[in-house]
C-alpha cells in the first residue's frame, strides 16, 4: 500500500515538473521569438531555434538516455531481479540506477576504439552518424504543444512545422536503414553482412505498411501536417469524445504501431541484432561509435512513441478535463499542462514497448515478411478503402467513428476468443486457425 | 574443411530465356564457434549459408575434451565420481547413480532401498533442474529472455536444496559404489516440497509465456524435425526420441532403482521437431516433481550404503577405534576397491537420453577401461542433416533442443 501511494506520488510529481518544465519552455522560445524579431527575422525563427535545443537535445536526449536506464530496471522487475544498484550516490542511494545514465555515457566514449582491418573506413565512421542522424532529426516535425501567446509572441512548442509533416516522416525514417546496412556491410563481417541485409529486408518491408497505415489518418484528418492532425484530434465525434486517432483509426493504429516496432529494430522484431544468432550488424563497432548505434535505437523507440501519441493519441491534447483545463488556466500554464500531457502520452507508449521487448520472443527472417506482405499491408490497403468510404459517406467523422468502435471491440472479441481456457493444456494442434490476429491485436 | 577461396559452387540460377540474366550468387560460410552466444560450451559450428538458408554444416567439437576416458583409468574407482560430475555437469547426480551401477554391477552389490530412494529422488531433481535449463535457453536462443530468468529461478532453487544435501551446487558428486554419501539434512523433505510447489508456479508461468504463443509456435513447429526412423537410425534416446513418437524410456523399459515402484507416464511426442522436444520436457517436469513427492511418501528410514567392507568405506568410529577399520579404510583409498574381473555395461536415463557406462576391471583397484555412451553425441551428430535446408535462425533453437552438453558429449 506504502508503495502504491509512493508510485502515484512520484507520477503526479513528474507531472508537475513536466508542466513547470515546458512552461519554463515556452518562455525561452518566446525570449527566442523577441530577439529574433528584434533582428529584424519572423518570431519563429527564433522560437525554432530555441525549441531545436529545448526539445530535441534536452527532452529527447534525456527521454532516450533515461531509457537506456528504464529498460534495465524494467526487465529487472519482470524478471524478478534488483537490476543495476551498484552505484551508490553518497555511499548510499542508488536512485533507482539514474547513476549508470553516466556510466555507461563515460565508459562509452572512454573505451578503446577497435577497428576490424578490412573495414571500408569512410562508411565505416559514416554509418553510425548515418543511423542516429535521420532518427533523431524525426523528431523536429512532432508537434509537443500547443501554439500560445507568450510575452507578445506566438509560440509552437515544435521545431518545424512544414506542410509536408508526415512525409518528411517517411523520408527521413526511410533514411536510417542506410545506416544500419552501411554498418553490417562497411565492417567486412559475415554475420554483421547478414545482420545488415536482414535489417534493409525489415526496415524496407515495413516502411510500406508504415506508409499504409497512415493514409487513412490523414484522409480522416485531410492534413499530412502534425500539428493540424493534433488540432483535428481535438473535435468531438460521438457525444464528448474527441476523435482521437486511435478511436478512428483503430486498425490503422495497429499496424502503424507493429510497423514502428520493426522500425526500431528490437524484440520481436530485433533480428538484424539477434543476439543469440548473429550477434547484429554493429558486432565490430565498439566505442562511442556502438554508443551512437545503440542510442539511435533509444532514440527511435521515443521517437516513434512521440509519432504515435501524435497521430493516434489525441497529440497534446489532455482529453481529460480538457475544456475545465482550458478555462480555467492561463494560457501559457494550459500550454504547459498539454506539453506535460503529450509527454507523458509518449512515456507510456515507451514503457509499453518495454514490456512487450521483453515478453515476446524474436520472429524469424521469413515469418517477418510474411507478417509485413500478408497481415499488415492488405490490413492498411483495406483500412485506407474503408476509412475512405465512410469519410466520403459522412465527413463528419461519426460514421468513421463508430466503424472504429466496432473495430476495438472485434479486436478484443477476437483476443478473449483465441485466449487460452483456464486450466485447459495446450495440445501441439489447439488454436493454429487464429492465424495471426491475435498477435496482432497483442500489439 | 573448405576454405573460402575453394572454388565455391557458383550458384547461377539455371538460365531459360536469352531475357534472363544469369545473376551468381556464392554461398557464404560462417563460423558460428567455438565462442558464440549460441553455441552451448564450446562447439564450432561451420555453415555454409545460401542467404539464410543452411546447406551443409560442419560440426567441430572437441574443444572441451578432457580425457575423461583415460583419466579414469589412472585413479581408483571411487575417484572417478568427481570426473562423473563434469560429464553433463547440469544434472550431475544422474551420471553418478550411473556411474555407481555400473561399478555394483561388476561388483555384484545389492544397495539397500532407503539409498534406492535417495538416488531417484535427486536424479528425479536434477532431471528437473536439466530440463529447466534446456527450456530457460530455449526462451532465450528465440529471444524470451525472461522466460531464461523464471527457469533460472526455479533450477537454481533446486539445485539450493541439493546444495544442502550434497556440499556443492554444480559438482555433486553424491553417489557412492553401494549406496550414497549422505543422508537428508533434518526438514530437507518439507524444504524440498516447498521448493517444488514453487517450481511448478515457475513451470507454469513458463508454459503460458510459451506453450500458446503466436510467436513461439511458429518458431519452433515443424523446424529441426527427425523422423522416428531416422531417430532410430542415429541412437536418439531420452526425451529427442520421445519427441519423434518412440516411447523408450530407460525407466520403464528396464526399471532401475525404484522405477518400477512409482508411478510416472512417459509423454511421447508425433512430430519430432523443436515444439515437441519442447512439450515433452514441460511434461516431464511434471513426472519427475510427481516421482519425487512419490518417494517422500515411500521411502522409509534405514542403511544408506551397503555394509559390504571389501567396497564400502567402514564407518568413522571404526576407522578411529579399531585397527581392522583403520587398515579396511587405508586399504579403499589407498589402493581402491578391488572390482571382480570382467565387464559391464550399464545404462540409466539421464536427462538428455540413455547414459550407458561401459567398464572393464582386471580385478585391480582401477578401471581397466571406462566407456561413456553420451546421449548428447548422437543428437549432436544428426544436427547436420536435420538442418539442411533450414534457416540459420531455426539452428539455435534447434541447438539448444537436442541440448548438446559439451562436458558429456567432448569427455
Known amino acids: 500500500m506504502k508503495r502504491f501511494v509512493g508510485m502515484w506520488l512520484v507520477i503526479g510529481a513528474v507531472l508537475v515538473g513536466l508542466v513547470g518544465l515546458f512552461a519554463a519552455f515556452y518562455a525561452l522560445a518566446a525570449l527566442g521569438a523577441q530577439a529574433a524579431v528584434a533582428l529584424g527575422f519572423p518570431g519563429f525563427f527564433g522560437s525554432s531555434i530555441v525549441n531545436a535545443i529545448t526539445l530535441m537535445a534536452v527532452t529527447l536526449m534525456t527521454v532516450a538516455a533515461l531509457l537506456t536506464v528504464a529498460e534495465r530496471k524494467w526487465s529487472a522487475a519482470m524478471q524478478d531481479r534488483i537490476g543495476a544498484n551498484r552505484i551508490l550516490v ?15 555515457a563515460l ?23 548515418l543511423a542516429f542522424s535521420p532518427t533523431f532529426a524525426l523528431f523536429a516535425v512532432v508537434p509537443v504543444g500547443p501554439e500560445v501567446r507568450v510575452l507578445g509572441q506566438q509560440v509552437g512548442m515544435w521545431v518545424a512545422s512544414p506542410d509536408a509533416g508526415l512525409l518528411w516522416v517517411f523520408a527521413l525514417a526511410g533514411l536510417s536503414v542506410y545506416g544500419t546496412t552501411l554498418a553490417g556491410w562497411a565492417s567486412n563481417s559475415r554475420v554483421g553482412m547478414l545482420g545488415a541485409v536482414r535489417a534493409s529486408a525489415q526496415m524496407i518491408s515495413y516502411e510500406v505498411s508504415l506508409g499504409m497505415s497512415l493514409v487513412g489518418v490523414m484522409i480522416a484528418y485531410k492534413t499530412v501536417n502534425l500539428q493540424a492532425m493534433a488540432i483535428a484530434q481535438g473535435v468531438d465525434v460521438i457525444g464528448p469524445i474527441p476523435a482521437i486517432g486511435l478511436l478512428l483509426q483503430p486498425l490503422g493504429f495497429l499496424v502503424f504501431f507493429t510497423s514502428s516496432f520493426a522500425e526500431t529494430k528490437r524484440a520481436p522484431f530485433d533480428l538484424p541484432e539477434g543476439e543469440s544468432e548473429i550477434v547484429g550488424y554493429f558486432l565490430e563497432y565498439s566505442g562511442m561509435k556502438f554508443g551512437l548505434l545503440f542510442l539511435a535505437e533509444f532514440v527511435e523507440v521515443v521517437i516513434l512513441g512521440a509519432i504515435t501519441a501524435a497521430v493516434f493519441l489525441g497529440g497534446w491534447h489532455p482529453i481529460f478535463f480538457e475544456g475545465w483545463l ?10 504547459a499542462v498539454c506539453a506535460a500531457a503529450f509527454l507523458a ?10 514490456i512487450i521487448r521483453w ?12 507478417l509485413c506482405w500478408k497481415l499488415l499491408l492488405p490490413g492498411a490497403i483495406v483500412n485506407v478503402f474503408v476509412t475512405g468510404a465512410a469519410v466520403l459517406a459522412d465527413p463528419s467523422l461519426e460514421l468513421l467513428a463508430w466503424i472504429g468502435v466496432v473495430e476495438i471491440v472485434a479486436i478484443f472479441g477476437i483476443t478473449l476468443a483465441v485466449a487460452r481456457p483456464k486450466g485447459a493444456h495446450a495440445g501441439h494442434d489447439a488454436g493454429d486457425a487464429h492465424g495471426h490476429a491475435a498477435h496482432a491485436a497483442g500489439h | 574443411m573448405a576454405k573460402d577461396t575453394d572454388p565455391s559452387p557458383l550458384d547461377a540460377a539455371p538460365v531459360e530465356s536469352p531475357l534472363d540474366a544469369p545473376f551468381p550468387s556464392k554461398r557464404m560460410l560462417v563460423n558460428l564457434g567455438p565462442s558464440h552466444p549460441a ?6 559450428a561451420v555453415v555454409e549459408l545460401d542467404g539464410e538458408t543452411i546447406h551443409g554444416m560442419k560440426l567441430d567439437i572437441g574443444f572441451l575434451h578432457r580425457g575423461f576416458e583415460k583419466s579414469c583409468e589412472n585413479v581408483t574407482w571411487t575417484q572417478v565420481f568427481p570426473y562423473t560430475d563434469r560429464l553433463n555437469y547440469v544434472s550431475s547426480i544422474l551420471n553418478n547413480v550411473g556411474y555407481a551401477m555400473v561399478v555394483e554391477k561388476l561388483c555384484g552389490l545389492e544397495i539397500p532401498d532407503r539409498a534406492k530412494y535417495l538416488r531417484t529422488i535427486t536424479s528425479e531433481m536434477h532431471r528437473m533442474c536439466d530440463h529447466f535449463t534446456l527450456i530457460g535457453a530455449m526462451g532465450l536462443e528465440l529471444g524470451a529472455m525472461t522466460v531464461l530468468i523464471y527457469a533460472m529461478e526455479a533450477r537454481d532453487l533446486l539445485w539450493d536444496r541439493l546444495t544442502e544435501l550434497c556440499g556443492a551446487r554444480l559438482t555433486s558428486n553424491y553417489a557412492r559404489v553401494g549406496g550414497v554419501s549422505r543422508d537428508l539434512p533434518e526438514g530437507w ?9 514453487h517450481s511448478v508456479a515457475m513451470r507454469n508461468e513458463i508454459d503460458k509465456l510459451l506453450t500458446r504463443n503466436r510467436i513461439v509456435m511458429d518458431r519452433c513447429r515443424g523446424t529441426g524435425v527427425i523422423s522416428r526412423a531416422d531417430a532410430i537410425d542415429y541412437g536418439f534416446t531420452g526425451p529427442c526420441l520421445r519427441a519423434t513418437g518412440e516411447p523408450y524410456d530407460v525407466r520403464k523399459a528396464s526399471p532401475y532403482l525404484v522405477y518400477d515402484r512409482v508411478e510416472f507416464d512417459i509423454p511421447v511426442g508425433t512430430n519430432g521437431d523443436n515444439f515437441d522436444r519442447y512439450l515433452i520436457r514441460i511434461e516431464e517436469l511434471k513426472q519427475s516433481e510427481r516421482i519425487v513427492r512419490q518417494c517422500f511418501a515411500q521411502m522409509e528410514p534405514g542403511a544408506i550404503t551397503s555394509d559390504d567392507p571389501r567396497f564400502v568405506l567402514p564407518p568413522k568410529p571404526e576407522v578411529y577405534g579399531t585397527i581392522e577399520g583403520a587398515m579396511a579404510h587405508f586399504k579403499i583409498i589407498m589402493e581402491g576397491i578391488l572390482v571382480p574381473p570382467g565387464e559391464a555395461y550399464s545404462y540409466v536415463e539421464a536427462a538428455n537420453g540413455e547414459l550407458g557406462f561401459y567398464a572393464v576391471s582386471d580385478g585391480g583397484g582401477r578401471p581397466y577401461k571406462l566407456g561413456v555412451r553420451a546421449p548428447g553425441w548422437n543428437m549432436l551428430m544428426a544436427l547436420p542433416q536435420i538442418m539442411e535446408g533450414q534457416m540459420l535462425a531455426d539452428l539455435i533453437p534447434t541447438f539448444d533442443t537436442v541440448n548438446m552438453i559439451g562436458g558429456e558429449v567432448e569427455q
Request: charged fraction near 25%.
Open chain 2, 39 to 44: 553455441m552451448h560450451g564450446t562447439v564450432r
Open chain 1, 359 to 370: 515478453l515476446l520472443p524474436r520472429f524469424r527472417y521469413d515469418q517477418i515478411q510474411a
Open chain 2, 189 to 197: 523433505v518439507e524444504k524440498v516440497e516447498r521448493t517444488l510447489d
Open chain 1, 345 to 354: 502520452k509518449v512515456i507510456f507508449l515507451t514503457w509499453l514497448q518495454l
Open chain 1, 90 to 104: 553518497g555511499g548510499k542511494f542508488p536512485l533507482g540506477g539514474v547513476p549508470y545514465l553516466l556510466a555507461d
Open chain 1, 107 to 129: 565508459k562509452m566514449l572512454t573505451k578503446e576504439s577497435t577497428f576490424p582491418v578490412a573495414r571500408s573506413k569512410f562508411l565505416f565512421e559514416l554509418a553510425p552518424v
Open chain 1, 326 to 335: 482550458k478555462a480555467h488556466l492561463d494560457p501559457v500554464l494550459f500550454g
